[in-house]
């Protein structure tokens, strides 16, 4: 049972543009969402982070968003680098538990 | 730089033929975490280590075994590998399980059995 769910498993936007990458979850005790990035040949890494008190959180050209009563979370990029194509994974915990990650999502930006 | 060193990044073991996968840290954390994750799927936690503490996640077979010798080293050994356990094997290490702790990764050990 998939309790985060990234439902498109690629987006395409053209630079400058803004890319929308979506979550859903299932699990209404998860209570802290990131997101990793992801490249080829490289491990994810941390990019951003909200906790469950908050419904939006800015760094830089990153914004997530979380709608509780939807489940739902987003990851917001603008404008759109071609260095941002890589695969990007949402992911959610409970306190002290463990990360729960989604299936990811490959962001293309084309040039 | 401080990172999480994985070796080798790929692996080809024959079936039924044990085999260890190694992980190493710089970084001083308390927690290493080894997951599983094949094509097209999520990262799967298989265990993880709080200090010496071992962590089994439920659904983890029996096949994986972890050891974590000391602070910097943590080891994934599969017993008996079989066709369905040839995935990418990452190795994550966080300062703390508290939420707000995000996880660094290994760039991965992709295990191919024969």
């Known amino acids: 049972d998939q309790q985060v769910k990234q439902n498109s498993p690629s987006l395409s936007v053209q630079e400058g543009r803004i890319s929308i990458l979506n979550c859903d979850y299932t699990?209404?005790?998860?209570?802290?969402f990131l997101w990793y990035k992801k490249y080829p040949a490289e491990g994810p890494t941390f990019l951003i982070s909200i906790s469950s008190i908050k419904d939006k959180n800015e760094d830089g050209r990153f914004t997530v968003f979380l709608n509780k009563s939807a489940k739902h979370l987003s990851l917001h990029i603008v404008p759109s680098q071609p260095g941002d194509s890589a695969v990007y994974f949402c992911a959610a915990s409970e306190e002290n538990q463990k990360v729960t990650f989604g299936t990811g999502t490959k962001l293309q930006v084309i040039p | 730089d401080a990172m999480v060193i994985q070796n080798p990044r790929y692996q080809v073991t024959q079936f039924g033929k044990p085999v260890t996968l190694s992980c190493s840290q710089t970084?001083?954390?308390?927690?290493m975490y080894w997951y599983q994750q094949k094509s097209s799927q999520a990262p799967k936690l298989l265990f993880h280590y709080y200090d010496k503490d071992f962590n089994n996640e439920a659904d983890t077979p029996d096949n994986f075994q972890s050891r974590r010798p000391n602070t910097s080293f943590c080891f994934l050994d599969i017993r008996s590998p079989g066709l369905g356990d040839a995935a990418m094997y990452l190795c994550a290490t966080s300062r703390d399980l508290r939420p707000g702790h995000e996880q660094y990764f290994g760039p991965g050990t992709r295990l191919t059995v024969t």
């Open positions: 970084l001083n954390h308390n927690v």
């Open positions: 699990n209404s005790m998860f209570d802290y």
